[in-house]
């Protein structure tokens, strides 16, 4: 026994707008902060800190602070139409660390904060994030 022509449609219609609806969803519901794995030059040490980061909005930015290798991963990682970059780079203990938490609200809020390390060792860090552009960020701490 053979499907009603109609209720075939309908059914490939309905399987259509659910892969739609499925794939826009995920395309809109795009992290607030990504990590990325790529390492900015080593003058951006001179203008960076862990408390006032650099902030990329493009690849001709990025070309100011990374290296050609490094800006090619960055632009195949962020899409500058809907993200920025923010680049901490900053020397001090080797057990630095730099923290974030994300407020549950609309936008995020994301919160930076630098955890002190207890060596007296001097070590340069650097971290890189993208975030999307309507999230609101702030860094905690001052020192």
């Known amino acids: 026994m053979k ?3 109609i209720l075939t449609n ?7 707008l659910a892969a739609a609806c499925i ?11 990504v990590a990325i794995k790529v390492m900015p030059e080593n003058r951006v040490f001179k203008t960076s ?19 050609k290798e490094a800006v090619s991963a ?4 962020v899409d500058f139409k809907k993200q920025f970059v923010l680049v901490f780079a900053w020397r001090g203990s080797g057990g ?5 938490n ?17 060596t007296r060792d001097l070590r340069s860090h650097a971290k890189v994030f993208a975030l999307r552009s309507n999230v609101k960020w702030n860094v905690q701490g001052k020192r």
Request: hydrophobic share 40%; net charge positive.
């Open 3 to 5: 499907p009603h022509p």
């Open 10 to 16: 309908s059914i490939r219609w309905i399987t259509a």
């Open 23 to 33: 794939t826009t969803g995920a395309l809109s519901a795009q992290e607030p902060i």
């Open 49 to 67: 800190s862990f408390n006032k980061p650099i902030v990329v909005k493009s690849k001709v930015e990025a070309t100011k602070h990374f290296g």
């Open 74 to 77: 960055l632009v195949e990682a």
């Open 96 to 100: 630095d660390r730099l923290n974030y």
């Open 102 to 118: 994300v407020a549950e609200s609309f936008p995020e809020q994301i919160f930076f904060s630098r955890q002190f390390g207890r």
